[in-house]
T-cell receptor, first 113, second 109 residues
């Protein structure tokens, strides 16, 4: 089975721009979670989608949003980018809701200049 | 590419006993490894790490062992407590992090 894929792998944007990141889960997995990884904050939970519905949300501003499509692929959008949004964004998929084994993608490294 | 593997999806132990969580890796170039603990609907929280120049690191009830020749690391929790019940991930530390699939630990009272 192919693993979790994330595109793009690297991205450079400037402040004020917006960005969309994509995640394709493992075939058959219905849950997709997004995380932000920064050196200072570690791994922080953004949100989780299951069957096209956001089921859980972390403590991030409304500039961070996401969605899930009927094929379980998910996108994450960040609007009005700030320097502090520079991070590695990880996506993880699992068969069911969080609590099940999660498989992480390689991440998208976003740099905001 | 599964560079970090956790082959046991679940583990159940009795309270007070030792929990041993295992992790294998394929790339010898990794500088350090981390263990994360995760509760449902939360992000994984950092637990303990080990540098590749060491073979053991201890923090309270948690000890991580690194066997470089076997490309294997393990997390020992002694004594195990019900509050330790969670999913545990091992990960390689890098700009481009790689996580194992996780092992669900259940500690029974």
């Amino acid at each position: 089975k192919a693993g979790v894929t994330q595109t793009p792998r690297y991205l450079i944007k400037t402040r004020g721009q917006q960005v969309t990141l994509s995640c394709s889960p493992i075939s058959g997995h219905r849950s997709v979670s997004w995380y932000q990884q920064t050196p200072g904050q570690g791994l922080q939970f953004l949100f989780e989608y299951f069957s096209e519905t956001q089921r859980n949300k972390g403590n991030f501003p409304g500039r961070f949003s996401g969605r899930q499509f009927s094929n379980s692929r998910s996108e994450m959008n960040v609007s009005t980018l700030e320097l502090g949004d520079s991070a590695l964004y990880l996506c993880a998929s699992s068969l069911d809701l969080a609590g099940a084994t999660q498989y992480f993608g390689p991440g998208t490294r976003l740099t905001v200049l | 590419d599964q560079q970090v593997k956790q082959n046991s999806p679940s583990l159940s132990v009795q309270e007070g006993r030792i929990s041993i969580l295992n992790c294998d890796y394929t790339n010898s170039m990794f500088d350090y490894f981390l263990w994360y603990k995760k509760y449902p609907a939360e992000g994984p929280t950092f637990l303990i790490s080990i540098s590749s120049i060491k073979d053991k690191n201890e923090d309270g009830r948690f000890t991580v062992f690194l066997n470089k020749s076997a490309k294997h690391l393990s997390l020992h929790i002694v004594p195990s407590q019900p509050g330790d019940s969670a999913v545990y991930f091992c990960a390689r530390g890098d700009n481009d992090m790689r996580f194992g699939a996780g092992t669900r630990l259940t500690v029974k009272p």
